[in-house]
T-cell receptor
């Protein structure tokens, strides 16, 4: 199935550093979402974006919905050990084809060295 | 308010057997979605329900797969004549409406021997 282009695939950073990851698509989406998944668990919603150009924060997390509606980024400031995990972007469109299911990226694996 | 609940968490079965998974969505959520996730990949959409109506099926949902949501509350996903390639995590998600964010359960991990 179709997937979004998410980068980087993995990041090795020091505790306290800022993190940036992004997602691009060849298709337009009406909604962009960012999830975090820990091993053996389901994805947990971090931020939902509904409008092109929207910039939304959730604590140390900030995400933006790209103006073209084909991309989004997620920033994490001052990373801490519990930020370790896999971060997924997901896009949702509401076209006539009934594409209400989310399209996910392959994930960014964040590893933090103390 | 409890989250999305899935049962069982793990299922190991022999190739050719039938398996059934259950999902209980967040209370009052009208939309219920099924996804499949293989190792190193993001979840892939399978199908979704609006109340008891199944409104969309992905091409990934072969005819060995069937999903139901008979009373518009919990849902079941059945896989008949399981194959090695069916080994994956099966995730369920729910949302209040189609435009509201989807919240996921912890999944059922299926292993085919």
């Amino acid at each position: 199935g179709q997937q979004l282009n998410q980068s980087p695939q993995s990041m090795f950073i020091q505790e306290g550093e800022d993190v940036s990851m992004n997602c691009t698509s060849s298709s337009i989406f009406n909604t962009w979402l960012w999830y975090k998944q820990d091993p053996g668990e389901g994805p947990v919603l971090l931020i939902a974006l509904y409008k092109a150009g929207e910039l939304t924060s959730n604590g140390r997390l900030t995400a933006q919905f790209g103006i073209t509606r084909k991309d989004s980024f997620l920033n994490i400031s001052a990373s801490i050990p519990s930020d370790v995990g896999i971060y997924f972007c997901a896009g949702q469109s509401f076209q006539g084809g009934g594409a209400d299911g989310l399209t996910f990226g392959k994930g960014t694996h964040l590893i933090i060295q103390p | 308010d409890t989250g999305v609940s899935q049962d069982p968490r793990h299922k190991i079965t022999k190739r050719g057997q039938n398996v059934t998974f259950r999902c209980d969505p967040i209370s009052e959520h009208n939309r219920l979605y099924w996804y499949r996730q293989t190792l190193g990949q993001g979840p892939e959409f399978l199908t979704y329900f609006q109340n008891e109506a199944q409104l969309e099926k992905s091409r990934l949902l072969s005819d060995r797969f069937s999903a139901e949501r008979p009373k518009g509350s919990f849902s079941t996903l059945e896989i008949q004549r399981t194959e090695q390639g069916d080994s994956a995590m099966y995730l369920c998600a729910s949302s209040y409406t189609g435009s509201q964010p989807q919240h996921f359960g912890d999944g059922t991990r299926l292993s085919i021997l």
